[in-house]
């Protein structure tokens, strides 16, 4: 082994380490930013479909589905419905009211987001 | 010298590309270190949107900043393609080659950083598309993303990397490419001057998600389009991946090779400019393709020139004025300081610019002022102002979907009377009607009354209004209001505004109105009265009015009727402030006791009973909520599958009931505006969807009540009689089939096609060659026709019905010699209900009742053994009259029902009106005496009039009242179970057959 070869071997593996590192910084940073991912809010959902930053929420007289508002294309917002169909403003996917794709691009449906009621304090919490 | 350089300009490659490009990085630089004065990463819309407003400076750097930047971009894409053209690509060092290519990235990311930083709506999705695909990329995409762009809502770290790092390295890599620092100062001149010049006609501006179209920068747009086709993201990383790497062999490769890669750059870059055009011009909400010019997203509103500049200076209390609105500072109300508003619409909390759009980043009056909605709440832009996302988007989808703006019965209706359709429940929208017979037929006559109909005066709701999205119901003009608003459209300037022709007038001051007309939940009968005073006539029916033939003339003939000559303005169709339409319309006919109004469309209504809870203050919203009136979002076919509410929800021993914490959104939000709130009380709610009747309660001993939402007006409910609820006999009726105390027969219209007639087309709103005449024929008023009708759950149930078209076409539009005819009878609701029902015999000794029409239905008994016949019923007369005819002869067919006895009886039935030539049926008849007809008779496929069996039936109890007094034992017994009463029939009673 030379002096080159040695010094390109040592830089490669500072630079593996400072990618390890560095995904390790990240994924802390991450970490506690997820922490925050759940909201509470009052259950008052008028019947029919109610889209709000976060979540859309579509309550029936017999259920309550709570989906996330975020596109599974590329992660926009979704901010409206159309007759019950949610368009992504960003590359227009379509959505239907259970969450599932009419049109693409994107190709996983809705997520159905997990929720709790608090009947006493007529809260629902909802964890995005 | 002059030629030598507009010389320059036609030798386009010789322009310096590199050196250009290379100031306006450096004016971009510059310029951003003073934009990061004013800015504030913390708040970077908000304080853009104030600097927008109050600081021209700022603005100054902001544009030159944003257009440098353009200039930069654009002028670094012609450098690399004069380069690759002119093949000088292999003179350059590989390693500065290498970072050559990384620049590219970075140059877009600079680009994209600074779009990101001004943190309005598009920003923010595009901050949101960058992190998804930077996280595509394998290992350590997730590392880059949070490196390059940080965490959502949090803009410090893209801020850092714009302000600093990115700029640092690119600033390196063009210095070790172009070896110079400073560009030659007439480049670096040309360039500064070129940045000003746009920053001085376009201000970029702020997007603020009230709009439902997202685009990205204009250099991006062409990639969204790429992404909307492509379903695998990591697909771009991989074609953005696969580009540098061409980008950075393309010097390496065999020249051939290197030249068909310069001819796939070229191609795609093509390819991306065409699709930067579609995706900027021809793309519109949800994606759908639209012409420019019919787009809502106005490209040229994104550059208002000027807009920087303002016209007016602004003081120390304008600045203080300046509130932060949902995020923003609106610059509106520096020139507008208007009042009059109601909470919910306090421009201090929803600001201007939510309502009327335009621009509010600017004290430019035409820049604030461009693509401004001067009355916000049409249907047709309701989606850009009361129903955008942050305010009503949840009510707007659902008043879309509304019977109210679809008109969808009666476009079927009105097509299957032209035999056009084969059925008259068809799911069908005003706004999709063409020109056949049957849809200009309503485009005529019929197509003013819908929501979706566009408000474009600014006058109060009043008889003559017609749709007007949100404002048909909810906007109100206080008497200040209305009074400033009517000086203003005197003004020379307000009749203007009409399209009035006025004379010149050197007149400056205008008297703008300083109060604003509110939108509230204050909704009169007033407000319902302009459609709903025609074709079923609910509101006039409710307030107890009925239509008649009398003209305007002829009642002004009266000269007694003075009112009318008092109230001239109000004839010719001007409004006077909250003055009550019935003040001033109504007049008292002194010779024969009859009242009657004038409405100005000129059309005159005889008064008569009101409704019982229009006489107890009750107006149409006091019933009708909110979520059925607006509609559930559901489409529907006809107007009864929208109601919700249904008498029962009130008037019942077994009310539905829902508590304060258990209700939605809008019912909360309904209450807490109307203050209605008990503590301790619990809602009616409907038995349809369990909605609350937010004006209404239900105490702990259970007494239920109802406040007048206007009024305040605290009315008790009761529940309902024992005779409507106990017992067999009357269990399929519904509650208006009694309690409906007479409604208006229109018989007999007559309707041709004139194509020689002016006419308007009242969908389109504009004058038309060709109209159809309409001649009504008889008006009266009486007790309802009875039917059955179907509900939802198939259970057959008794209702009210009026002639819905009974009507003759002649010379069609379509083909002059064609003839339609048709007898369809409509199931009602007609808003005049009594409290006491009506009577026994109003139903079982009545031909109208029963569907034949006015006329006499008579019960004659046949003596057996003299042979003479007795007339027994006045049909629908409360009287009953015993007159002996004499020589008769015995009808045929007739039985005696008691065996024992020797007379036989029988029904007889004269009509009032002549039998029609087309069936031979009377003119106002739904069924010839005892026959039927099946659905086809009806403007509904789950109606129909009675059968045979059913009219006999009917007729079998007129009979037992022919003697027995409704209030006799025996007749109340047979309410409970009139089978057992017919097993002891006495020998004396004489039954139809």
Redesign the interface.
Known sequence: MNRKKFLKILFASFAVGF?YL??R???S??AS?RNKNQITV?D????????T?NFIVI?S?EQLKILSS?CT?????I??????IF?C????SQFNVDGEVMS????KQLKMLKFKIDKKK?QITIFI | MLKDKIGLFYRFWDLPFGNIATASFIIAVLSGVLLALPFDVKNPYESISFFLIVNPSAVFFRNVHYWSAQIFLMFTVLHIVDHLRRKTEYKIKDGVWLRLTVSLLISFYVMLSGFILKADADSQQAFRIFEALLNEIPLIGKSISLTLLGSEGDLQIIYVNHIATATVILSVIIIEHSRIIWPRLSIFTYSLFASIVLGYIFTPMLHDGLHPVVKGPWYFVGLQEILHWISYSQLVILLTFIFMLLFYFIKKFPEQISSYIKKLFAFAGLLYLILTIIGYYFRGENWEFVLPWNNSYKFISDFTPQSGFADIEINDESLQSLKTIMGRKEGCIVCHKMNGFESSHNPEVIGCYSCHRGNAFTLNKNAAHAGMILIPGNLNDAHLTCGTSQCHSDIFSRVNNSIMSTLSGIVSVNRYVFDESNSPTMLNHIKDIKHSDADSHLRNLCASCHLGNEKTDWKMIDELSRGGGCNACHLNYSNEAIQQLNNYLKSPRGMASQKVKVQKSNESKVDFPKIHPQLNLNISDNHCFGCHSRSGRISTNYEGWFETLLAEDELKLFSYARNFDSHPEFISGSEKPKQKLSDISQVQLDNNKKEYRLLTDGRVFQKIQDDVHHKAGMECIDCHIAQEVMGDGNLHKHKEDQVKIQCTDCHSRNINSISYNELDYESKKIIDIRKFMRPGTEFISTKNDNIAFTNSYITETGSTYLITKNKKDSLTIKPPAFVCTEGKSHKRLSCNSCHTQWVSYCVGCHTTYDKNEEGFDLLDNKEIKGSWIESPSDFYVDYPALGVRKNKSGKEIIDTFIPGMIITMENLKSDKNKKIFKRLYAPTFSHTINKNGRSCKSCHNNPLALGYGKGELIYIIIDGKTKRQTELVSASKTLVKSVEIQKRDLPDGSQVRNLNSNYTGRWTFTPHFDAHKEDNLPKDAWIGFLQTRDVSSTTRTNTRPFTVEEQKRILLVGACLTCHDENSKVMKESLVDFEKILKKVSVKCVLPR
């Open positions: 990618v560095w995904n910084l990240t994924e940073v991450s930013v009052p008052n959902f008028a019947l029919g479909v109610t889209v930053e309550k007289k975020k294309h590329l992660g926009c917002r901010t409206g419905s159309v007759n019950n368009t403003p960003c590359h227009g693409g691009p994107a190709m007529n």
